[in-house]
């Protein structure tokens, strides 16, 4: 016993010692890298801008049901469902969660548990000797009637490849790289000091410690950019600016090559996307829709479709976007006026696509054409003469009858 407390008696003493020491060193920083994981990926704001662009097309999007002959099948149980999957989400929520775990796991299970609509995690999956897949939940199996697995395919049948996993060392990389400028800024640019004695630091030194502690002192409490201190110090006493670890153009120069290369492992380039936004969003969302929405959405169609009607039923759950939801409204004007003098649509049908009121009125819901679109051999047919000689026309047949 005596042994321990001895060597319980010096630990404390050492502990003391350093207990000084690192009040005295109050105020250093240490880094460290990031690690990927659920709660911290969002935080990269280009990560996040892609995903919310990419979602949020899934979200705006409009289901429907269609049998084998394409004709869409109203009110059908189905849409209701995605509509109102659960009690904890919307159908809009569901699906921008479904889209967000597809992106960043590779994979996503929906279940569907009757007229309920669920996303499972931490599903284990196998598969049989008839290559038959199975699943389990915290060891529980579930009908594979009941759930499906939708993968972004990668090389391997039975797991998808995320942004998780294919983009794992350049986005714990850029997260790192972030962490580093905005913990360096927000302590106000890591503006540190080095205080050199010529003579040994002795904690019994009460004199010694006392200088240090002032110095301290004073340097903690300079809290405005404006404020100037001037601390006098005896002879073997010398206060020294260190300048920053961190080289801001180097750790951005980082950034600007490899935050854009996180945007193609969720199918975008991003200098040609944001190329796009600058000079015509119309574009920029059809690019974006082309490479990276529309094959995220057939994949969603087909396993909705089997999870929800099974594999011999020709019933189909569909996804329809709207671009025009994504371009500017000048934009939309535009088209709809296009749209209406070519015969496409009636003014009620361009007045609804714009946000008006429909009018429900005989001439609102006629087509209408362009007297310069009308082919050359059939321009007469249009003009104010060929009118004007079907009425004498008339005229003329009313004249008859009546002699």
Not at 204 to 210: I, R
Not at 238 to 252: F, G, N, Q, R, Y
Not at 263 to 272: A, C, E, I, P, R
């Amino acid at each position: 016993m005596g042994l321990r407390d001895s060597f319980s008696n010096y630990l404390y003493t050492q502990a003391e010692k350093r207990g000084w020491f690192e009040k005295a060193m109050s105020g250093s920083i240490r880094y460290g890298g990031r690690y990927v994981n659920d709660d911290n990926i969002l935080e990269s704001s280009d990560v996040y801008e892609l995903m919310q662009d990419i979602s949020n097309q899934l979200m705006l999007a409009n289901w429907i049901v269609e049998d084998g002959d394409g004709n869409e099948v109203k009110n059908h149980s189905a849409l209701r469902t995605l509509r109102n999957p659960n009690n904890y989400l919307t159908g809009s929520e569901f699906m921008k969660l479904m889209t967000n775990t597809y992106l960043l796991q590779g994979e996503v299970f929906p279940v569907l548990d009757m007229d309920e609509l669920h996303l499972a995690t931490n599903v284990y999956t196998e598969l049989d000797d008839r290559l038959i897949e199975h699943f389990k939940i915290g060891g529980e199996s579930i009908p594979g009637s009941m759930i499906r697995h939708i993968k972004n395919m990668g090389i391997n049948h039975l797991n998808g490849v995320g942004l998780m996993q294919l983009g794992k060392s350049t986005l714990e990389g850029v997260m790192s790289a972030e962490k580093v400028l905005t913990d360096k800024y927000s302590k106000g640019g890591l503006m540190a000091f080095l205080l050199k004695l010529d003579a040994h630091i002795n904690p019994a030194n009460g004199a010694q410690s006392k200088l240090i502690k002032a110095v301290l002192d004073q340097l903690e409490q300079i809290d405005e950019s404006r404020s100037v201190k001037m601390i006098p110090l005896g002879k073997g006493y010398v206060i020294e600016a260190m300048e920053s670890p961190i080289d801001d153009d180097k750790t951005l120069a980082y950034l600007n090559v490899y935050k854009k290369d996180l945007g193609k492992f969720l199918g975008m380039n991003v200098d040609t996307y944001t190329a796009l936004i600058k000079a015509d969003l119309e574009k920029a969302m059809m690019y974006m829709h082309n490479k990276a929405v529309k094959p995220i959405m057939k994949n969603f169609e087909d396993h909705l479709s089997l999870l929800f009607f099974g594999p011999n039923s020709d019933l189909r759950i569909k996804a329809v976007i709207n671009i025009l939801d994504f371009v500017t409204y000048s934009t939309k004007t535009n088209i709809a006026f296009n749209l209406v003098r070519t015969m496409i649509t009636t003014p009620d049908d361009s007045r609804g696509m714009l946000g008006f009121q429909k009018l429900n009125s005989p001439e609102a819901t006629k087509l209408y054409i362009s007297k310069d679109l009308v082919a050359g051999e059939d321009l007469g047919k249009v003009t104010d003469d060929s009118l004007k000689g079907g009425e004498d026309e008339n005229a003329e047949k009313d004249g008859d009858t009546g002699s």
